[in-house]
């Protein structure tokens, strides 16, 4: 077989991550009888793309550090391992008919965080209008808040030329379900919560909130003035496989002369032969991070911000169970389940970061307290800065200083003398040193406070 590349660049590629294998470096062609390049679709091709070099290894080791590094304790962070094969992207462009989904410019398999992002909408869609189970049930409001207006919704879709019958039962059951669904939010007199949302169609909206919601979809024109891509930012997933390779999967379509020729369509017969088509996949097993953090503007409703991550968690609990992630999601590929050791491993991490990030918060505080105490203090004169050190302990509580002051009391003179005499009676006072039987050292103290006291007329 020939490598689709100039001769420059070598025909050793072992060390290349999977996907530079599988699209730069690909060298599964031949000469057909034309004398014409042709790729080879077969399973041994590309099991020679599907291993993980070591470099490879440590890269998507490093990618995924490096994310959860930068993940704040208020993000969601689910750990999620694949119970069924896993594949994406294939319909990008490549020889063999099927592609893959590779993060450029590494070549690593991944899932885009706007794939995720469009399945956990489309789970919260289900939940939002087909049930209300769950301790933080989906509304229509927390989805546009959450993921944006989508004029491709299920609910939105208008009937396409050609529709079958399914087709159709199944586009106006979602109708139906978001009919009902706004129909409730106008009986509580709810609809004008999504003025902001919605603005943009003017008077329209104004004048009738649920009419237009119910319209929107025989009106595209309309859909189009509607831009807001939501609070949530998901990243993207650099997948991680068991046993550091990829696998390839078969699929064997059948009658490709009748569906594929629509001019002179052969008729399917059992004697004809179905054509194997091999393409990559993840296996089972394989683990994926997804990272979601919340960016509300100053429009989104506050109590939003205290439900959101468990509004995602019942969504990506559906999204693995029943939608599924990536292609051929019908086949049974694309389901997922909380990889739970990693997950206990990241709540204990995020609470540590917690606990630090507030003792951190505390500290600095504490640090612009004093610096704030020490400018004031150096602004005042000695004999201001005693009385104001007698305060802070007075009201501390803290009777080492106070005694400690004591000391300068005996050596001032005049109307400072005066002013910590004040001051010393207050702070004896408050702290129990004053009325009723003391030590003997301690009553001389107060004898000398109220002799101070006398002389100046303060007594």
């Not at 489309?122 to 409001?141: C, D, K, M, N, S």
């Not at 509580?397 to 050596?411: H, L, N, R, T, W």
Request: with cysteine.
């Amino acid at each position: 077989m020939v490598l689709g590349a100039p001769d420059y660049v070598g025909k050793e590629f072992g060390d290349a991550p999977p996907g530079h294998r599988f699209r730069l470096y690909f060298d599964g062609w031949n000469f057909n009888a034309q004398g014409k390049f042709e790729a080879k679709k077969d399973r041994a091709a590309l099991e020679r793309y599907s291993n993980y070099p070591r470099l490879s290894l440590m890269l998507v080791k490093e990618l995924r550090d490096r994310q959860l590094m930068h993940a704040h304790p208020s993000d969601f962070v689910c750990h999620l391992k694949a119970t069924s094969s896993f594949v994406t992207g294939m319909g990008l462009d490549h020889p063999i008919e099927n592609g893959f989904a590779f993060l450029d410019p590494y070549g690593l398999p991944y899932l885009p965080g706007s794939s995720i992002k469009g399945v956990l909408r489309r789970a919260a869609e289900e939940l939002a209008l087909f049930t209300t189970i769950g301790a933080e049930p989906w509304e229509l409001g927390d989805i546009w808040w959450l993921f944006g207006i989508d004029g491709q919704s299920a609910f939105w879709r208008a009937a396409p030329k050609g529709e079958t019958p399914e087709a159709k039962l199944a586009r106006e059951t979602w109708q139906k379900k978001f009919e009902e669904a706004v129909e409730r939010w106008s009986q509580q007199n709810r609809l004008v919560e999504l003025d902001p949302l919605f603005e943009a169609l003017g008077e329209d909206w104004k004048k009738n909130r649920k009419k237009t919601l119910l319209e929107l979809h025989k009106r595209p024109s309309a859909l189009g003035k509607l831009h807001n891509k939501g609070a949530l930012e998901c990243w993207d997933a650099v997948l991680l496989p068991p046993n550091n390779t990829m696998r390839v999967d078969v699929m064997t379509p059948h009658f490709s002369g009748y569906f594929q020729d629509k001019k002179k369509p052969k008729a399917p017969t059992d004697d004809q032969d179905p054509t194997p088509i091999p393409f990559m996949a993840m296996p089972k097993g394989t683990k994926m991070r997804v990272i979601m953090r919340y960016r509300p503007t100053h429009s989104h409703p506050p109590a939003l911000g205290g439900r959101w991550i468990k509004l995602i968690d019942s969504a990506m609990l559906a999204a693995c169970g029943w939608v599924g992630f990536g292609a051929k999601t019908t086949a049974g590929y694309g389901r997922w389940a909380i990889d739970e050791s990693e997950q206990k491993h990241w709540i204990d991490r995020a609470r540590q970061q917690e606990k630090e990030r507030q003792q951190k918060q505390q500290e600095e505080a504490e640090r612009k307290v004093k610096e704030a105490k020490e400018q004031r203090l150096a602004q005042l004169s000695p004999e201001e800065r005693i009385l104001e050190e007698l305060r802070e302990a007075t009201k501390a509580g803290d009777k080492d200083v106070v005694m400690a002051i004591y000391p300068q009391f005996e050596a001032a003179r005049g109307a400072e003398k005066l002013a910590l005499a004040e001051g010393l009676r207050e702070a004896f006072k408050a702290l129990g040193k004053w009325e009723g039987k003391q030590s003997k050292k301690q009553e001389q103290k107060k004898k000398a406070i109220l002799e101070a006291l006398k002389e100046g007329g303060k007594a």
